[in-house]
């Protein structure tokens, strides 16, 4: 069983814009007395959105947590995308949570098809199989009739039988840029706090 105050996080990082909100989750989960373990997988559109939105360039995946948070990251483990046998792929292996941030309207078609062809889609069908908590937070999510009907395959889950826990769609940032983004960053947006980030996941502080 899992103990409630050692929770597992996985965090998905795809290519849409705002690659800021990612890094702003993933300060607040290395710092988050709660949270023992986070995943971290990036795909290769999501390496080359850190590379250009926040010059955060590397080819040592392992050092990339600690580039993205500005310290030694302690938690943080990278898995390839296209490792779709690691541990994070089975519905055994206690995960408490799953966050892509931000997520690409390609990558929640991939998880709203159930085709499980890399592990973000993996892991995220994996979440629903076993009604974890999931929360995708698109860029452009509605904005296409055949993007709105992804979305609501995937809220409708909420109403499955196995998935009690939230499986929620955001949006945060009109223009890519995070709206409760870390303002020490120095771009563009809204000037609120980095806690204000947690409104938009589902292990928000209040509720981890």
């Known amino acids: 069983m899992i103990q409630p105050d050692h929770k597992t996080i996985v965090v998905g990082v795809t290519g849409a814009s705002g690659a800021v909100l990612a890094q702003a989750a993933l300060r607040l989960l290395e710092a988050d007395a709660r949270v023992a373990k986070i995943h971290l997988i990036v795909t290769d559109t999501g390496a080359r ?34 490792d779709v046998g690691a541990s994070i792929a089975s519905g055994s292996y206690p995960v408490d949570a799953m966050v892509v941030i931000p997520c690409s ?34 860029r452009a999510a509605g904005r296409r009739r055949h993007h709105a009907g992804d979305c609501v395959v995937l809220s409708s889950a909420k109403n499955d039988r196995r998935s009690r826990r939230a499986v929620r769609l955001s949006r945060p940032g009109a223009d890519g840029i995070a709206a409760g983004a870390d303002v020490s960053l120095g771009r563009a947006g809204k000037k609120q706090s980095p806690r204000s980030l947690g409104a938009y996941l589902q292990f928000e502080r209040k509720k981890l």
């Open 49 to 82: 959105l850190l590379a250009h939105e926040l010059s955060i360039v590397t080819s040592d995946a392992k050092q990339l947590p600690s580039l993205l948070i500005g310290a030694r990251a302690e938690k943080t483990e990278v898995l390839p995308n296209k």
């Open 105 to 138: 309207m390609g990558t929640l078609a991939t998880i709203a098809a159930g085709t499980s062809d890399d592990l973000i889609a993996r892991a995220a069908d994996v979440c629903l199989k076993e009604g974890r908590s999931g929360e995708y937070v698109a």
